[in-house]
């Protein structure tokens, strides 16, 4: 059977248990998805795309990480019934991981990511939603990885988050700002990353931008319609937005091809 052949299990996209034709809707049917996937796979599993509606817990996790030691690809846009443990569990037997998508985390988890042996292949990050304060101001520097992309499209970031991507993440070669809405302060509605530029913090940002090998951001916000869905509070992207990239190393969505890193 073709279904079989574990070189065809490579990636693993469980958005089709979220489907019109699939809707894996308890943890018990996730489950038993996982195990048949992770049994067909035979350990040649290397990307493991998740999907923010499915009921993904503890045990779920497990599964995977025990039965996908080669992971190198982990797309993960919510972790919120996942404990920080069970996390930490996972990425620290996932050795050979390169790229991940995730949320914005806490400062326990940043102080884990400091850990020795910790994917030191990692070179590929994307934000999903929300970055709070701090999360980009952790010493990357100490990390035993070296960034080299940074995807923060449609999130809302805070103005001293960009600041120190620019001063302190020294091997970054790739920046994704696209449709980004910027938080100057608690006092002041956050505004689109294009409009930042008009002042001399955002002109200084820019000009350190351009010296990447390549930078993305949007320069009409005004019309573009995924800019607006920002401006409209829409910062929690339910509806699929996650999946779109500009770089195409992060892009899951093969209707949108945008421009190569």
Partial sequence: MVSLDSSLWRMIDLQ?????????????????????????????????????????????????????????????????????????????????????????????????????????????????????????????GIYPFELKVLSLRCCLVPLGGLLVVMDRYLHLEVLNLSHVLVSLDEHMEPMPVMKLFGNAVGMSILERAFRLRSFFYCDDYETCSECKRMMDGHTWQTDGWWRLDEVASLNLDDDHNYISS
């Fill in 16 to 140: 089709i248990l979220w489907s019109d034709l699939i809707r894996v809707d308890t943890e018990l049917r996730f489950s038993q998805a996982l195990r048949t996937m992770v049994a067909y796979g035979q350990g040649n599993i290397t990307c493991i795309v998740f999907h923010p509606s499915l009921p993904t817990k503890d045990e779920h996790l497990r599964i995977i990480w025990q039965g996908c030691p080669h992971l190198k690809r982990l797309v993960m846009p919510c972790w919120d019934s996942i404990s920080e443990t069970a996390m930490s569990d996972a990425i620290n037997n996932w050795r050979e991981l390169e790229s991940m998508t995730m949320p914005s985390l806490t400062s326990s988890f940043r102080t884990m990511l400091t850990a020795d042996g910790f994917c030191e292949r990692l070179s590929q990050l994307k934000i999903v939603g929300v970055v709070h304060d701090g999360f980009l101001s952790s010493p990357f």
